[in-house]
């Protein structure tokens, strides 16, 4: 009797994170034996996880940990945006992806999948050059890298505008507090990304056959439909139903946008590129993601 055919194994580093959650999903729903790896080990049902100091965890104990799970797909959806310093950025962005990649070459190399940013075409902040070294280093490698644009969807963290208005209009249909969202006086449009949409992506990345289409390859996750981020804060106030007075203050002087069109920059290409190689397009628009971000909002318990 011949035996069954094993599943596939993906270990997610950064598995309990924003983007890491989502991808451990669509893994999981397509059958996949599914690894995360996180600073700690509060991980999905599902989800085998373990906590692992990426950062300063031992080399040898690196290897020795990425031996023991033996994935065929190893996916990097750590990484630090907001709220550290500019060392730190460097060694969530960029040294712990050298780290990982060196302790992968002691075993069979896994197919590697980088999550980056937009922001490395013109790498004009920290976030940016760290995230385009890493990317460079990736690429050298022979793994792929899928540059991301603003996500957006369930569990948007506070640290992004959108996400923190999300907590406040939540916090606010608990208590019936008045709510008051300041926000900049500027019509900056940006390209925003389902989390969902992310993640079906990096899963189209995995497959063996377009493995071998994006090997040593960095696409850009586009939609072609930039959107404005007053529009996208209007719409969610709507969803919430939450009464919101908003406050547009004029930026300080010679601040630039750090995203949005100038965040993509002239090498970025537009949705074809991933459509060919990948079989894939997003398919979720931004009232679906708004949605999703409100309803992970407001079922929060309070003081979370």
Excluded at 98 to 109: D, F, Q
Excluded at 144 to 172: D, H, I, Y
Excluded at 267 to 295: F, I, K, N, T, Y
Aim: net charge neutral; aromatic share 4%; hydrophobic share 45%.
């Amino acid at each position: 009797m011949p035996h069954p055919t094993p599943a596939p194994r993906v270990l997610v580093l950064g598995g309990s994170g924003f983007v890491g959650r989502h991808v451990c999903a669509a893994f999981l729903a397509r059958g996949w034996e599914v690894h995360g790896w996180a600073r700690h080990d509060r991980g999905a049902p599902g989800v085998t996880t373990r906590a692992v100091d990426l950062v300063r965890a031992e080399p040898g104990r690196l290897a020795d940990e990425l031996a023991a799970v033996a994935p065929d797909t190893v996916v990097n959806a750590s990484g630090a945006v907001w709220g550290v310093t500019e060392t730190e950025m460097a060694d969530a962005n960029q040294a712990l992806v050298s780290r990982v990649l060196t302790a992968l070459g002691a075993a069979p190399s896994p197919r590697f999948v980088q999550l980056g940013t937009v922001h490395e075409h013109t790498a004009a902040t920290a976030y940016g050059r760290t995230k385009a070294a890493a990317t460079a280093r990736v690429l050298a490698a022979g793994g792929t890298v899928l540059r991301l644009p603003n996500l957006l969807g369930p569990g948007t963290p506070e640290g992004s505008f959108l996400g923190r208005v999300g907590a406040q209009l939540a916090r606010a249909a608990r208590t019936g507090e008045a709510v008051t969202v300041t926000t900049l006086a500027v019509r900056e449009r940006r390209e925003f990304l389902d989390v969902r949409d992310a993640a079906d992506a990096v899963l189209a990345a995995a497959a063996p056959a377009a493995a071998r289409r994006v090997r040593g390859r960095a696409l850009d996750l586009a939609t072609g439909c930039p959107v404005g981020v007053r529009e996208l804060l209007d719409a969610l106030i709507r969803i919430s139903g939450v009464p919101a007075r908003v406050e547009e203050r004029l930026p300080d002087p010679g601040w630039a946008p750090p995203g949005g069109l100038e965040g993509v920059g002239a090498g970025a290409a537009g949705p074809d590129e991933a459509a060919r190689l990948l079989g894939w397009r997003a398919v979720r628009g931004p009232e679906e993601s708004l949605r999703g971000l409100w309803e992970t909002a407001v079922s929060l318990p309070a003081g979370l």
